[in-house]
Structure formats: C-alpha cells, structure tokens
C-alpha cells in the first residue's frame, strides 16, 4: 500500500504486506525519509527526553541537547522553573550556547551579543539604538517578537521532557499506566549521578531503536549474559507493552532460572562456556525491589530507555547524527539514599554494561553490520519480524519475541503515516 505521506518523498515508499512484521530497508539509508522523521517524529507529537532534573539542580543552570538534529538548552531560572528553547539565536540563528553545561544569569550569542533571559525572551540587544544616533534597529523593532524557539516542557521522575507539539498529552498519559508503573518504580526517588559516557555508531538511528526492544537477542550476542548468568530467556520473564505499543518492557528475574535444553539445541555456545570471572563479587546483588525483577530493559518512544540490571541503574539517550550516524548517551545513576558499599556495587555493575564492559562495544558493533548488510538493497527488500507472532502485543513469561519491535514499528507508522 502507499503511505500518506509520499507527498514528501521524490520517490513513495510503498510498505511491503506485512506490516511491522516486514520493514523495507529503505528505511535506514534513505535522505529523505530521514530527514522527514525530523519534522514528523522529532517535532510532532511526541514527548523528547533532554535531560535529567539533576543535571540542572541550581537556579542559573542550563544543560545543552538535541531533539533530533535539533540543538536545544535547557534551563532553571531564579525561580526554580524549567524552560527549554531551541539553541539558536534570533538574529543570525547562531548557536547560544556553546557549552555543555554551566550556570549563567542571561544567555548571549557570541556572535553579535544578542542576549537573552533563562526563559529565552531577548532582553539586550548591542547597539540597538546605533552609534551617535546613526545606525541601529528601526524605532518599530519589537524584542518581543525576537525570542528562542520554546518547547513545552514536563518534568517527571527527575526526567525532562520536551515536545514542539502542543496536542501532545502529559507524559503520564502519552506512556500509559503500565509504563508509567515501571518508571515510577526505578526513578520514583531521589537519584545521584555516578558517571556518564557517549559512543559514537555508525548506524541509522531505528536500529538502535530496534535493538533495545530485541529481547531476542540479549542472550545471543551478549554471551557474558548467558555465560554467567546475568539475563537468560529461559528465567522467568516477559515483555509489557504500552497501549498502542510505542513503548515497552522487557524483564528476566534471575531467581527463576530453570535451565532450557533449548540453549544447547541452538548452540548457544555461551551456555556451554565454563567461564569463571576473577572478580565474582561483581554479580553480586541485593533485592532492589520485592517483585524480584533483577533486569529490565525500559523504552520510551522515540529515544529513551531506562535500565536496571542486577543493582546497575542506567538511562540510555540516543540522538540522530546523519543517516548512519548515531550518537548514544549512558548517565549511570544511584539513589541518594544508598550509603559508600551500594554506590561502590552499582558502580562495579556499570563495567557489565558500559564504556568497559560489553554491550555498549556489541550493539555498536551489531548495528552497524546492519547498516553496512542493507545498504544499496533492492526496493522490496525487507526485514523480517515474526519471532513470537506477528502481533503487536504483551508477552508473558518468554521474551523469544520480537513484538516490541513490532510495536516500534507500529509507531514509527502511524506518525510517519506509513500505511
């Protein structure tokens, strides 16, 4: 069928039958498609994640980001609120702010010193009224109508949101109760930065999309996880799904492993391995929770995910760079409460994960050779999705699934108007 939105594309995408079960790989390299899931994804109705509350604990601060390819700032004013406006300048559409982070009383472009409030209304402008009276702006120029772009702003469970939508509903809404449950329960209380760290990949940004909601996977390619076991499919698990699917969870409790002949049919050589690690006590844990869930993968449509794994509490940002490029953000978190041997464990547990560990260095790698294996494919040429169905819905006690993908799908489809 032809989507609806051809009207912007040189050449329609016509998605194959199928459904989300059949995603044409035109998706991942084409120009324009990407650069119209700028406008429709990234500044339609969508709640963006820009930053965490603590990033911005004090009046004056401010904290840069992207929604997309778009730069923004974010903000607290002398009064406490939060504001976030896209980082250009008025004038000339300069950058404003060229730092990451830091605290300022006003924000001025450097390049003409055009300068602005926290809330991003201009508030001075360099020689407005010229030189010796000659020069200047006209007597009718108004600051007012001369301001950074602002976003809509939300903030929840110490997560800042931002949309340029105003139709989009409050985030509690936009992920549903059953997501909104699982958020509340990792970042429903104070938490601390313990460190952060970017890569680089080269691959579309859906892919890593795609691979955070892959409970298929996990236990495949991230051998260390089978190896000792740290998330298997065959421990008590699942995956919950958001409403209209955008979002999900996947989740393993590591107290209910019951060992599958299915990881020996398949040769799964990780579960073969009789690897001993010279550090055990990094795979110690305590019971964080009293559901028993010791690993969960959260995903926030379209960008965000949060993850707990054993007591390694993590959100994972990702931002478009290009095409092929994405850029992935990890800010590793504990909770204020935890006293010096909780913070020392979580900080141990981010290696398994992290900039030191595996997964970072394995979906980076798996991603691209994704990208690199469908470049220059047919025009029919799909990807196919039929692990655990071909519906788009909850999935108790397996996660040999790929329904979550389904449900990225389902979303991507329905904002970009891909019928």
Known sequence: MTNTATGHLREPLNWPEGGVTRIPYRVFSDPEIYALEQEKIFKGAVWNFLCLEIDIPNPGDFKTSFVGEIPVVITRDQNGEIHAMVNRCAHKGALVCLQERGNRNTLACVYHAWTYDLEGKLKGVAFRDGIRGKGGMPKDFDPSKHRMEPLRVETYCGLVFGTFSSETEPVPEFLGPEIDHHVRRNLGRPVKLLGFHSQIMHNNWKLYAENLR?????????????????????????????????????????????????????????????????????????????DEITHSIQTIFPTLSVQLTLNSLAVRFF?????????????????????????????????????????????????????????????????????????????????????????????????????
Request: net charge negative.
């Open 214 to 290: 892959d409970s298929y996977h996990a236990t495949l390619l991230h051998t260390f996880y089978t190896t000792f076991k740290v998330n298997r499919l065959d421990m008590d698990g699942g995956i919950v799904l958001s409403k209209r699917g955008w979002h999900h969870i996947s989740y393993a409790k590591r107290s209910k492993l019951q060992e599958s002949a299915e990881y020996q049919d398949a040769a799964v050589h990780a579960a073969q391995y009789d690897s001993q690690l010279a550090a055990p006590e990094m795979l110690d844990s305590w019971p964080e929770f009293d």
């Open 319 to 419: 931002v478009p760079r290009g095409v092929d490029k994405t850029e992935l953000f990890w800010m590793y978190l504990g909770y204020e409460e935890d006293d010096e041997a909780k913070t020392r464990m979580r900080i141990n547990q981010a290696n398994l994960t992290g900039a030191a560990g595996l997964v970072s260095l394995e979906d980076g790698c798996i991603n691209e050779f994704v990208q690199r294996g469908t470049r220059g494919s047919a025009p029919d040429t799909t990807a196919f999705l039929e692990m655990g169905g071909r519906d788009v819905a909850p999935s108790e006690g397996s996660r040999a699934t790929e329904t979550a993908i389904r449900g990225f799908w389902k979303g991507y489809r329905d904002i970009m108007g891909f019928e």
